[in-house]
């Protein structure tokens, strides 16, 4: 059974873009998360969605968002790229709807110079 | 991954001694509590979790143990091998938080021959 795939693995961008990032989850796996991992802060949670509805989110600015389709797959959107936003993106996918492990992908390496 | 801290607390072990990872967390409403291990250029990887109705359990060459009464969780590591050189995350949930983890800071890993 195939892993949770993150595309792109690195992406370098300047500052005021804006950046898509893609998770494809576990097969069978409904519930997909978004991480932020920076040295600062450590991991912290941006969003979650479960059948294409988000059902929580952390506490990230609106330029951060994200969407699920139905076939599962998420991506997530940042737009106006400040340089604090240099961060590994990881995406996590459940198959349960509450509290069950997550799967997580090797992450997206996001540069904004 | 590239961007776990650098300033991580570090736990140095010799191969084949035992390893404990001690992490406090933070809501007495969490229920439920997982070990990632973490290794360059990857994402966190599941380890063991817990429900806040065990106060232990075991897995292969692993254990957790959970102390309610001062919010402590600690894992284990029986004879500690080369391989199990990483970064080590406790995260903690709460029924109804949609698979909102919030992680601990980490603990670097060093395993010496």
């Known amino acids: 059974k195939a892993g949770v795939t993150q595309t792109p693995r690195y992406l370098i961008k300047t500052r005021g873009q804006q950046v898509t990032l893609s998770c494809s989850p576990i097969s069978g796996h409904r519930s997909v998360s978004w991480y932020q991992q920076t040295p600062g802060q450590g991991l912290q949670f941006l969003f979650e969605y479960f059948s294409e509805t988000q059902r929580n989110k952390g506490n990230f600015p609106g330029r951060f968002s994200g969407r699920q389709f139905s076939n599962s797959r998420s991506e997530m959107n940042v737009s106006t790229l400040e340089l604090g936003d240099s961060a590994l993106y990881l995406c996590?996918?459940?198959?349960?709807?509450?509290?069950?492990?997550?799967?997580f992908g090797s992450g997206t390496q996001l540069s904004v110079l | 991954g590239e961007s776990v801290g650098l300033h991580l607390p570090t736990l140095s072990v010799q191969e084949g001694d035992n390893s404990i990872i001690n992490c406090a967390y933070s809501n007495s409403a969490s229920d439920y509590f997982i070990w990632y291990k973490q290794e360059s250029g990857k994402g966190p990887q599941f380890i063991i979790d817990i429900r806040s109705n065990m106060d232990k359990r075991q897995g292969q060459r692993v254990t957790v143990l959970l102390n309610k009464t001062v919010k402590h969780l600690s894992l284990q590591i029986a004879a500690t091998q080369p391989g199990d050189s990483a970064v080590y995350f406790c995260?903690?949930?709460?029924?109804?938080?949609?698979?909102?983890?919030?992680f601990g800071a980490g603990t670097r890993l060093a395993v010496h021959p």
């Open positions: 996590a996918s459940s198959s349960a709807t509450g509290n069950e492990k997550l799967f």
């Open positions: 995260a903690e949930s709460f029924s109804g938080g949609y698979n909102k983890l919030i």
